[in-house]
């Protein structure tokens, strides 16, 4: 595959935004916040999974007055994590960050949640204090890839249930080419497994009845082909969840199209994807004036989903579970 001209680079080099984490490694859930600066950014969005949990999604309608937002925040805790946004708030209204109403400035966030409440502490969920947390996070530059942030407690391969899946976490990945940058940041905690998207081989998901994971042996979509009759209840506890930034300029309803576009290195590397039973959520982010054919983007984005999908799943276990990573 020819990608020579692609260039590698960290996701935290790209200008225009701060990133952190913030975690409790005992209950096992945390978050991942994207700071857009005192301007904002525009922003689109595309939900593909069935279950989502979500805030301030309406704001990325092309149909919506806000040209701008000013973060992102990915988390855990399922619909209970939402709280954490009010924390993004109190850190972005001290620094007169938002939309001015005379009165103070509003700080416009939007936020996605993953269920990762049967991993550690269920009763533990990130809260206004860790979405402080991790900006301050942001600020002092804490970004990391593996079981940090919205990945400590996320999970892949749950296709037969809880006692079956494999450990997984939060992934980055960006490249330049001339002068365009596109990135994606993805907290993977799929009903499905994970693929490497270039050889097709299994990288983590449905382990076997002995607990070992067998890249050739069953896998998620082939467990849930094996039966034809309606399950209710697909074990909901998923939900991937991914942010595209590039450092082209496009609005929100083209920031929505290059999101759903960004959706195909979602199915080039998760199996099976956008079930009922996942809540997947991808939004694009416009962070800079480079002028860039939005399918071009588009296309790069699809492939950098994939790739920070990859580097997800390709953690050490962690809370009991295996990981990829493991002997």
């Known amino acids: 595959m020819y990608s020579d001209h692609l260039q590698e680079i960290p996701i935290t080099e790209m200008k225009g935004l701060c990133i952190g984490n913030a975690q409790n490694v005992e209950a096992a859930t945390g978050c991942t916040v994207l700071l857009f600066g005192s301007q904002g950014a525009p922003a689109g969005l595309d939900v593909r999974g069935g279950g989502p949990a979500s805030r301030e999604s309406e704001l990325l309608n092309p149909l919506a007055a806000a040209g701008v937002i000013h973060g992102i925040l990915l988390s855990g805790g399922s619909a209970f994590g939402l709280d954490a946004a ?130 050739e042996g069953m896998d998620s979509e082939s467990a849930l082909l094996r039966r034809t009759e309606i399950v209710e209840n697909k074990f909901t506890g998923n939900t991937t969840l991914g942010v595209i930034l590039t450092n082209a300029r496009f609005g929100k309803a083209q920031l929505c199209k290059i999101a759903g576009m960004g959706h195909d290195g979602y199915a080039r590397a998760i199996r099976p994807v956008h079930t009922s039973a996942d809540g997947d959520s991808l939004y694009a982010v416009s962070l800079g004036d480079v002028a860039a054919d939005q399918d071009v983007v588009g296309a790069l984005a699809g492939r950098v989903v994939a790739e920070a999908i990859l580097r997800a799943a390709r953690v050490r276990g962690a809370y009991g579970l295996p990981g990829a990573l493991d002997p």
Do not use: H
Request: aromatic fraction near 8%; proline fraction near 2%; charge should be neutral.
């Open 86 to 215: 009010g924390g993004v708030q109190q850190y972005l209204e001290e620094r007169g960050i938002g939309f001015d109403v005379g009165v103070t400035k509003v700080p416009l966030v939007c936020q996605s949640c993953l269920f990762d409440l049967m991993v550690g502490d269920g009763r533990v969920r990130p809260d206004r204090a860790m979405g402080y947390e991790a900006c301050r996070g942001a600020e002092l530059g804490n970004y990391r890839d593996g079981n940090f942030g919205a990945g400590t407690g996320a999970t892949v391969g749950k296709a037969l249930g809880a006692p079956y899946c494999m450990k997984s976490g939060l992934g980055s990945y960006a490249v330049r080419v001339g002068a365009l940058e596109v990135g994606a940041l993805v907290a993977v905690n799929a009903l499905g497994d994970v693929y490497d998207w270039r050889t097709g081989v299994r990288a983590a998901g449905l382990r076997g009845a002995d607990g070992r994971f067998d890249a």
